[in-house]
């Protein structure tokens, strides 16, 4: 059975930092390109960042992209989300994805406030 659970969320000053983690079970996580959603209330889910199944390649939203960073760690069947120079605009819940046989399979979420 996919697991999948975020943690790190939490309330931060804009400009501040926070590293965001998704925990996996279940399935071969190194088989999966792992990817980080968000949604903001009354906004639409959207694609945040997307690591390979190595890790050598990633991919941003242009709204994140020289701020966040994507990585994972195969051995700890885990996939992180570095997150500086955080803006108002980042307030949202983060959600961890993998897409399997076809199947989409989602985390929780992790509440993410970037407030003063």
């Known amino acids: 059975q996919v697991q999948l659970v975020e943690s790190g969320g939490g309330l931060v000053q804009p400009g501040g930092s926070l590293r965001l983690s998704c925990a996996a079970t279940?399935?071969?996580?190194?088989?999966?390109?792992m990817s980080w959603y968000r949604q903001a209330p009354g906004k639409e889910r959207e694609l945040v960042a997307t690591?390979?199944?190595?890790?050598?390649?990633?991919t941003y939203a242009d709204s994140v992209k020289g701020r966040f960073t994507v990585s994972r760690d195969n051995n700890k069947n885990a996939v992180y989300l570095q997150m500086n120079s955080l803006k108002p605009e980042d307030t949202a819940v983060y959600y961890c994805?993998?897409?399997?046989?076809?199947?989409?399979?989602w985390g929780p979420g992790t509440q993410v406030t970037v407030s003063s």
């Open positions: 279940g399935f071969t996580f190194s088989m999966y390109a």
């Open positions: 994805y993998v897409g399997r046989y076809g199947l989409s399979y």
């Open positions: 690591t390979a199944r190595s890790g050598g390649s990633t």
